[in-house]
């Protein structure tokens, strides 16, 4: 059963879906190594790059207000970002189709784990206003 979001993080969750759906790709690499490069390409200009700031500098900011940001569920969520950053630039710059299937399981890990941990947490530290006063943030980006 899927795990009832605060309508402010509603768009986050719906361009995970998105995320999910590219991890499985690049795991099962059914695909040639140009389409798959293409679909990553896409996602991550087409709101992944965007998705990544909005957690970083709205999200935590408004998070960190009311608990401590030194917690280990951040901690992995921004090294994470890092660990996907550097792999979409050596798939895509580097060309470094070897690198696909790693991609996947991070982002596949990465978002379960942003809906089943952090979320959650951020939603049960912030209070309602606050979660109010994020959603004109994120959902202009993510609607489709």
Known sequence: MPTKRHPSLQPLSRHH???????????????????????LQHFWQN???????EEEEVLLPAYAKHAALDRP???Q????????RSLI??????QRADKMQQLGRLLQS??????QVVFPLIESALPEAEL???????AEHYTQ
Do not use: M
């Open 132 to 138: 109010a006063r994020l959603a004109p943030y994120f």
């Open 77 to 84: 969520l921004l090294l994470e970002h890092v660990q996907v």
């Open 17 to 39: 879906h998105h995320a999910l759906v590219l991890a499985l790709h690049l795991i099962k690499q059914e695909r040639s190594n140009d389409e798959l490069r293409t679909e």
């Open 89 to 94: 630039s050596q798939i895509c710059e580097d």
């Open 73 to 75: 569920e951040i901690v």
């Open 110 to 115: 990465h978002v379960r784990n942003e809906e």
């Open 47 to 53: 709101g992944g790059q965007e998705h990544f700031r």
